[in-house]
């Protein structure tokens, strides 16, 4: 039950960066997506594992919201396209990670399909640069996550790589250097 | 690691050096050392990780990096295309993880196509270049110098992983990756508009090779793709940055060296691209001998952008003179005796 209602959250979390274009929104889509993911990485993995992924999250969450439009940003005038996506793709995802496949735990393949999928459809769809970090960052994490699919225990090495990087994302200079 | 990743990692750091000669300016030449010091690091790094995962997280690292780093494009063109290929890459991850019907481990296969296209910067994923950009910060330079370690370790995981009717439609699909590769940049640079973009798509068509190559499940066909990335890392690179170093000073001219260079570019004999394409010609024929006509028809394209590329490196002096020189010496020796490559890579 728990499993299922982080899944969801990520899922929310997954589509609040996708429909968000400032820093607030971005920042919550983060948040939302990590806590998703670390709660079902924890029922999966383990605690520090699940912990990683939370202090990466927070991390990234949290420089995000101390940089770049200081508003929410949440669904612009023209964000149906964007709001279906999110739709479809989590019931996409749905179908994937119950309907199709099977062993291991329904909600880690739920987790991993949807945050993937929204996050790199984040990445296709923008040219906002701050979009796309946040994007990095919880791809980063889903990433580590599809980690605990392997038969083979990963140990917490592919989860701290990701929260570094989910945490770094957020110190990557914005603006561009010009070249002679 | 893998005896071919090490080797590509000595390939890297000697094209390193040969790039640090090449640029003109002091301070050009401690920016290229830092940054392709950076690239070497993950490079090893993703040679040496444990597991496949991880892999994915020093491509995003490395690309963040890579995209954040001062170049003309903005930094959300230059991060999508890593960032879309560890989306690729992970999704065929989990096809591969999950319990499911078999047709999963195609769409796994199509996966690990799709993001080794788009890590390296292949079609149809092609990494955009600006004209103005001076060679050693272009996307080339992505394509050319962490590409390769990338796609071997890749391949290297992807076939150690799918099952066996997933890895013949893996290997398939890189054939049919490759073919379209080598003939639209063999084209494309023949006859595009800037030498910019000629230089990109020989790029495109090189990897092509190396893709038909890493397709050709023999051992000849993996020879071959070393010996083209070997040439690659070793030979166009290096002649590229020197031909942007010399278009820098406006300098044109049609000296034998310039069709000497264009030769190697060719892949004509004595030069390493020729024993390549000796390789994956036997290991096609073997296989599928149609494919080893189509290759044959298709390497016949490089001939007149390879001359366009030559004659495009003007009339290199001092330093630029040095590293063209060394490249053509170094395939030579490759291209007559490439025994010692291959041995080392244990193939």
């Given at each position: 039950?728990?499993?299922?209602?982080?899944a969801f959250?990520?899922?929310?979390?997954?589509a609040?960066?996708?429909?968000?274009?400032?820093?607030?929104g971005?920042a919550l889509?983060?948040?939302?997506a990590?806590?998703?993911?670390a709660?079902?990485?924890?029922?999966?993995?383990?605690?520090?594992?699940?912990?990683?992924i939370?202090?990466?999250g927070?991390?990234?969450?949290?420089?995000r919201?101390?940089?770049?439009?200081?508003?929410?940003?949440?669904?612009?005038?023209?964000?149906?396209?964007?709001?279906?996506l999110?739709?479809?793709?989590?019931?996409?995802?749905?179908?994937?990670?119950?309907?199709v496949?099977?062993?291991?735990?329904?909600?880690?393949?739920?987790?991993?399909?949807?945050?993937?999928?929204?996050?790199?459809?984040?990445v296709?769809?923008?040219?906002?640069a701050?979009?796309?970090?946040?994007s990095?960052?919880?791809m980063?994490?889903?990433?580590a996550a599809a980690?605990?699919?392997?038969?083979?225990?990963?140990?917490?090495?592919?989860?701290?790589?990701?929260?570094?990087?989910?945490?770094?994302?957020?110190?990557?200079p914005?603006v561009?250097?010009?070249?002679a | 690691m893998?005896p071919?990743a090490?080797e590509?990692?000595?390939?890297?750091?000697?094209?390193?050096?040969?790039?640090v000669?090449?640029?003109p300016?002091?301070?050009g030449r401690?920016?290229v050392?830092?940054?392709?010091g950076?690239?070497?690091?993950?490079?090893?790094?993703?040679?040496?990780?444990?597991?496949?995962?991880?892999?994915?997280?020093?491509?995003?690292?490395?690309?963040?990096?890579?995209?954040?780093?001062?170049?003309?494009?903005p930094?959300?063109?230059?991060?999508?295309?890593?960032i879309?290929?560890?989306?690729?890459?992970?999704?065929?991850l989990?096809?591969?993880?999950?319990?499911?019907?078999?047709?999963?481990?195609?769409?796994?296969?199509v996966?690990l196509?799709?993001?080794?296209?788009?890590?390296?910067g292949?079609l149809?994923?092609?990494?955009?270049?600006?004209?103005?950009?001076?060679?050693?910060?272009?996307?080339?330079?992505?394509?050319?110098?962490?590409?390769?370690?990338l796609?071997?370790v890749?391949?290297?995981?992807?076939?150690?992983?799918?099952?066996v009717?997933?890895?013949?439609?893996f290997?398939a699909?890189?054939?049919?990756?490759?073919?379209?590769?080598?003939?639209w940049?063999?084209?494309a640079?023949?006859?595009?508009?800037?030498n910019?973009?000629?230089?990109?798509?020989?790029?495109?068509?090189?990897?092509?090779?190396?893709l038909?190559?890493?397709?050709?499940t023999?051992?000849?066909?993996?020879?071959?793709?070393?010996?083209?990335?070997?040439?690659?890392?070793?030979?166009?690179?290096?002649?590229?940055?020197a031909?942007?170093?010399?278009?820098?000073?406006?300098?044109?001219t049609?000296?034998p060296?310039n069709?000497?260079?264009?030769?190697?570019?060719?892949g004509?004999?004595?030069?390493a691209?020729f024993?390549?394409?000796?390789?994956?010609?036997?290991?096609?024929?073997?296989l599928?001998?149609?494919?080893a006509?189509?290759?044959?028809?298709?390497m016949l394209l490089?001939?007149?952008?390879s001359?366009?590329?030559?004659?495009?490196?003007g009339s290199p002096?001092g330093?630029?003179?040095i590293v063209?020189v060394?490249?053509?010496?170094i395939?030579?020796?490759?291209?007559?005796?490439?025994?010692p490559?291959?041995?080392?890579?244990?193939?």
């Amino acid at each position: 039950m728990i499993e299922g209602i982080a899944a969801f959250v990520a899922w929310l979390g997954a589509a609040l960066l996708v429909l968000s274009d400032a820093r607030r929104g971005l920042a919550l889509g983060i948040a939302l997506a990590a806590s998703g993911i670390a709660i079902v990485v924890w029922s999966t993995s383990g605690p520090t594992e699940a912990a990683l992924i939370a202090i990466g999250g927070a991390v990234a969450a949290t420089r995000r919201l101390m940089i770049g439009n200081d508003a929410w940003g949440v669904m612009p005038p023209g964000s149906t396209p964007r709001l279906i996506l999110c739709i479809a793709g989590g019931l996409l995802a749905l179908w994937i990670g119950l309907g199709v496949t099977g062993g291991h735990s329904a909600a880690l393949r739920f987790t991993v399909l949807v945050t993937l999928g929204l996050a790199g459809a984040r990445v296709l769809s923008s040219d906002d640069a701050p979009a796309q970090l946040s994007s990095l960052a919880v791809m980063a994490l889903a990433v580590a996550a599809a980690a605990g699919l392997s038969s083979e225990a990963p140990g917490p090495w592919p989860y701290a790589a990701a929260a570094l990087i989910a945490a770094g994302s957020g110190w990557l200079p914005l603006v561009r250097l010009r070249a002679a | 690691m893998l005896p071919e990743a090490a080797e590509l990692i000595l390939f890297a750091a000697a094209a390193l050096v040969l790039a640090v000669i090449c640029v003109p300016v002091a301070l050009g030449r401690r920016r290229v050392l830092v940054q392709g010091g950076v690239g070497l690091v993950a490079g090893v790094a993703i040679a040496i990780v444990p597991t496949f995962d991880l892999v994915l997280l020093v491509l995003c690292a490395l690309g963040a990096i890579d995209a954040s780093v001062g170049r003309r494009e903005p930094l959300a063109v230059r991060l999508r295309a890593p960032i879309v290929a560890v989306a690729f890459l992970t999704l065929a991850l989990v096809f591969l993880r999950v319990e499911g019907p078999d047709v999963l481990g195609r769409f796994a296969a199509v996966g690990l196509v799709a993001g080794l296209a788009a890590a390296v910067g292949l079609l149809p994923y092609i990494h955009p270049v600006v004209d103005a950009e001076p060679s050693d910060r272009s996307s080339i330079v992505w394509t050319a110098f962490a590409g390769p370690l990338l796609g071997v370790v890749v391949v290297w995981r992807a076939q150690s992983l799918l099952p066996v009717d997933a890895g013949a439609a893996f290997a398939a699909m890189l054939i049919g990756v490759g073919v379209l590769n080598m003939a639209w940049g063999a084209v494309a640079s023949w006859l595009t508009t800037t030498n910019t973009a000629a230089w990109r798509y020989s790029f495109l068509a090189d990897w092509g090779l190396v893709l038909c190559g890493f397709g050709v499940t023999l051992i000849d066909g993996r020879r071959a793709a070393l010996l083209v990335l070997f040439a690659l890392m070793l030979g166009r690179l290096p002649l590229y940055l020197a031909a942007g170093a010399v278009d820098a000073q406006k300098s044109t001219t049609e000296r034998p060296l310039n069709f000497v260079v264009a030769a190697a570019l060719a892949g004509a004999a004595p030069f390493a691209g020729f024993a390549a394409r000796v390789l994956l010609l036997r290991g096609a024929t073997q296989l599928f001998w149609p494919l080893a006509l189509a290759l044959a028809l298709v390497m016949l394209l490089w001939l007149p952008g390879s001359l366009r590329l030559g004659l495009s490196l003007g009339s290199p002096r001092g330093r630029q003179a040095i590293v063209v020189v060394a490249v053509l010496a170094i395939n030579i020796a490759a291209g007559l005796y490439p025994l010692p490559l291959l041995s080392a890579g244990r193939l």
